[in-house]
């Protein structure tokens, strides 16, 4: 019997979502969505129609799904209210980053999960990229020796105020930009370090649109537990509208290792059969779900793991809000926002 | 200066980079080498590098202090070790020598300031040796002029070194009595010539932070290996760079990119190439250079120092610009060192 499992969400990124799944379908993986919900019900049948899966706009509905899991493709400010109706059902979530656009909520999603045993993974989609999960395999097998400094670049096209995406320049509804686009790399330079951030300082600014609610760029200094560093920075300002680009370098004791995707590759080899891109990293995402669903693997990124990189993000845009200050992780992890 | 003159060079010094430097001198059109110099008073070691560098290039040996007293010496190029670099300077400029020094002109904010001053107050063709005629730089520059860009909004850039600290002097790098220690003071200059060279824009803020647990001898010495700098700019300006020192880092890792109102530009100098991308009909081109080497960029340089001395031109970069830059350092050394911001008063 196949895996049976639910897509709540049928915008842009349950539409990804959706597409990686057919893949795995028409490449012999035994999973699939049996049922797709979004609050718009015209979205959820164009979805549906597109990819042959039934479909509404009640997500009431849930309560009678009877699959093996839900997978949460829903703006941020929403995750909270599917993640209970799912961990109430004991229906096992995968949900997009960020898990919640504060750390609180965040905090009583994981403990719910948690407390009821019901597996709870999130969607670090960038840490199932082909390229980017061999450089952190290069890393972890010591190709580099000690890991000193990590520098990510993200740059992407511009956007307006209140356009498609508004939802994510409202700190309301996503946390802002820092925590709904940053948090992939802060995450990912938190895993390729292998050690536990201590404090971050953002610098932030909005530029071409300034009626944009968040900011449309910024660079963060993180400081790790181990002495190690990290450059985190992005820039959703970049012209032309379409551009996307991310650079990774990792400076280790023996040696380093570099990513661009504009060359499709890692400089340590440039052997390479498998997808790459964004589409990939959901298949890679969805595949590994898939084992975790089974009882075959442990999730990759655990909740340890995601609750830190949110904690992360959170530090960093409190320190972008006051102006480069220091702020601790701990503040955080213990404090209240 | 007479334009069918030769100009008569003296090296001050032959600590570091002299032995890469002299034979483009020497062989230069315009120029003429006519001594190596160190000062009577320093180390042995220094002595003999200068001795060997003159023997090396067949010309003289002098000490600094007769050589800054004669008459057919125009140009002194200085290439000591950092921290003598100001003093040699000053020395020089009051024996009315038009000098070019080495990088970083000081290594500490006093030392600047003090250059500063008196370069200031003398009519000398002064610089500093920097790599802004490197073609991609050259093509950036000329983008951004051009408009096509729009204004700069963020700048990233990465200098990293594969080069080994043993074949780059070890303790001359090092030794804070030497170098005024570590990586940032090494490298920084370069990468933020490019930012002031390419927005003309002043620094207000200086954020660094630094490390060495990935190089054991930068450790022992008690200097960074590595460093992040994000510079808070006028006009909201921020430019985000990286330094250090990469072991097997391939040919390093030298690359630049700006996020400007109209356009993306990218600079990677190892392949060599420039990207760029802008709303312009959907303009979208990348430009592959030739790999530059090190004897036509520098030549490039001395060119643009003799068109000065045949007040042609300005040098593209005065010694103030290499001031500004050294104070520049020194704030980043601070903020790294204190982990706190710095900034700029200057």
Known sequence: MPIRVALVGAGAHGHSHASAMNYLGTNGMDIKYELVVDENPARAAILAAEFKIPHSGDLGLLSSFSGDGVDICTPTHTHLEIAEICVNLGLPVLIDKPLSQNFHDADFIINTFKNAKVPLQIGYSTRFDPLLSRLKQSISDGVIGIPGLVTINHLQGYSWANGWSAWQQNGQKSGGRIIHFGIHDLDFACWVMESRPISVRTIASKKIDQAIASWTSYSAQIFFESGALALVTGNWDVIPANYWRKTCSVIGSTGSIKYDSADDEISLSSQNTEPVGYLASIINELKHWRECLVGNTEPIVSLEQARMSLALAVAAQNSAENHGATVQIEEILHGSK | MDQNRNIRVLMAGAVRHAFDYAPIITSHPRMKLVGIAEESDADLW??????????????????????????????????????????????????GKNIIVDKPVATSIADAEKLARTIEESNLVASYFHRLFEPTVERAKEFIQSGQLGLPLTLDLTWISSNSLADEGGEIVTGKQLSGGGEIRNFLGYPLDIVLWLTDLKPVRVYAASNSITSKDHAASGVENLATIVLAMES?????????????????IFTTSIVGSHGFLSVNENRPTLEIATTAKDFKSSINFEQENFEKLFNLFLNDFVSALDGKTHVRRTLLDGCRIAGLIDLACTSASTSQPVAVNF
């Open chain 2, 236 to 252: 909201g300006v921020r430019a985000n760079i990286t330094v250090g020192r990469g072991p097997n880092a391939g040919n390093g």
């Open chain 2, 46 to 95: 220094k002595i003999d590098l200068a001795r060997e560098l003159a023997k090396k290039c067949g010309t003289s040996f002098f000490s600094i202090e007769d050589a800054l007293s004669r008459k057919d010496i125009d140009l002194v190029v200085i290439t000591t070790e950092p921290t003598r670099h100001t003093s040699l300077a000053i020395q020089a400029i009051k024996a």
